[in-house]
């Protein structure tokens, strides 16, 4: 568990709002668009800005899956 979080850090740096976009969306979410999904790590990107009251611009959340099943986020990035 300790060395997939681990990776879904270190892989979460190359992923930026501004990109994430670009590329199309695996599942719309009503908060949250979901844009990368591996079957063990997860990204999402906020639909929410400062204009609907986010305290950023763009949110990015990373999600890791856990032993038992379970997703675990492993990193949160506010952008602008």
Same mark, same amino acid.
């Given at each position: ?17 501004? =990109?994430?976009? =670009? ?34 611009? =763009? ?22």
């Amino acid at each position: 568990m300790i060395s997939s979080i681990y990776q879904a850090r270190s892989q979460e740096n190359r992923y930026n709002p501004v =990109a994430l976009r =670009a590329r199309p969306v695996v599942y719309p979410g009503h908060f949250d668009n979901l844009y990368v999904d591996t079957g063990r790590l997860r990204v999402y990107v906020s639909r929410c800005s400062r204009a609907d009251g986010a305290c950023c611009e =763009a949110h990015v959340t990373v999600e890791a899956l856990a032993r038992g099943g379970c997703w675990v986020t492993v990193r949160e990035e506010h952008n602008g």
